[in-house]
């Protein structure tokens, strides 16, 4: 098994730390694993649940959430909604990384918060949870003696599992907004539910209140005499044997094919994490969008002008590949590189400032004339003279008769 860290930027900017173990050879998939509340990556049934299920050929991300364990942020802060933006964004970075899950597996309010987080994951193909609570109100009932000073102060100090927490009204506040009942029927993924009939923590009627709020497929494992917490390595291993033997149906399974977009039409979408992450998604292919963490953003893909300035070096050295082509000079490689700034010296005030390598055995008037193609290629054109943009509204409404043009228009552009 091979172990990496993989740190990365929670919904609210905090770094989160992750652990991401691999199994040897080619994994099966990968998985998301969610902690119980106040645990973190390291507790005895995150560790043997994950290694488990890596000995099993899944890979499986597990993090420390908001304020515990490695990563950064205040616990005392924190929410349930946040602990689900958290993991959202965990599987983003695990696909950026290349490590994409396709499972989602829960233990405790961590089993609720997959249960959550499945509905903004559409890649997801599969949810376990371990000993998770139906309705996350049933969390208040852990706070004792503390929620009534909660309710009043706005905070307390309370004893969990023998540790010291502080916890604010936020935090109830935003339980009571949880509906999981909704969330469960909307699930519309194979639902694994394990739980122990003997919990003294989160009740087996739980378990049944999910499986019978869940659609099929779904499928329910009594896990016996284990306790809440998993804390025997036998009962963890057993959990894990039967999570890796369901979910391999779904984790080999063939995505569905997603329809390209036509050629020369672009689609961005708020992807909600971070401040400024969105998702740019041209003919089959996606990536991130975004600001840099010094800018407030997450860092997780080029900036705006990042990609003008791509597409100026792009349209570039494609211009000259195919100059050289047609004209079958020996032109080996071209290197562009864009520096994009605002120059209030010049008018208009934003200025792109392109450097371009030419490797080849080219004469000097080649090269000469090469740097002159630079110059006609089409993105090149636009810039100089600028251009126009018309706006369609999307809206309920009936389109108008301008905005019907527009939408022509857009048919125009994307036909071949």
Known sequence: ??????????????????????????????????????????????????????????????FDFTGLGDSEGDFAG???????????????????????????????LGGAAVLAAAGELPEITAVAVVAAPFDVQHLTGLLKGGLPEILDRGEAEVDLGGRKFTIRRSFVDDLARQDQAVRI??????LLVLHSPRDQTVGIENASAIFLAARHPKSFVSLDAADHLLTRKADAEYAAEVI??????????????????????????????GRFQVEVRTGDTRLYADEPIGAGGLGSGPGPYDLVSAGLGACTAMTLRLYAKQKE??????????????????????????????????????????????????????????????????????ASPEDQHLRDMEASCAAP
């Open 1 to 62: 098994m091979e172990a990496r860290r993989l740190d990365f930027t929670g919904a609210a900017g905090q770094r989160l730390s992750g652990r991401l173990d691999l199994p040897d050879g080619k994994p099966r998939g990968y998985a998301l694993f969610a902690h119980c509340f106040t645990c973190t990556k390291s507790s005895r049934a995150a560790v043997h649940i994950g290694q488990a299920l890596t000995a099993r050929g899944i890979g499986v991300l597990r």
């Open 78 to 108: 924190s929410t349930f909604s946040g602990d689900v933006k958290d993991l959202v964004a965990a599987a983003r970075a695990m696909a950026l990384e290349g490590f994409a899950p396709k499972l989602l597996v829960g233990h405790s």
């Open 185 to 190: 029927a909307q699930l519309r993924r194979p």
């Open 244 to 273: 890796a033997a369901w979910a391999s149906r779904y984790l080999d399974a063939v995505e569905p094919a997603v329809e390209p977009l036509p050629p020369g039409i672009v689609e961005v979408e708020d992807t909600g994490l």
């Open 329 to 398: 000079w020996p032109l080996s490689r071209v290197h562009v590189r864009v520096c994009h700034s605002k120059d209030k010296a010049r008018s208009p005030q934003d200025r792109f400032l392109r450097t371009i390598q030419i490797e080849g055995e080219l004469d000097a008037a080649q090269h000469a004339r090469l740097l002159e193609i630079a110059d006609r290629c089409p993105v090149h054109r636009t810039l100089e003279a600028g251009s126009a943009v018309d706006t369609i509204v999307v809206d309920l409404m009936p």
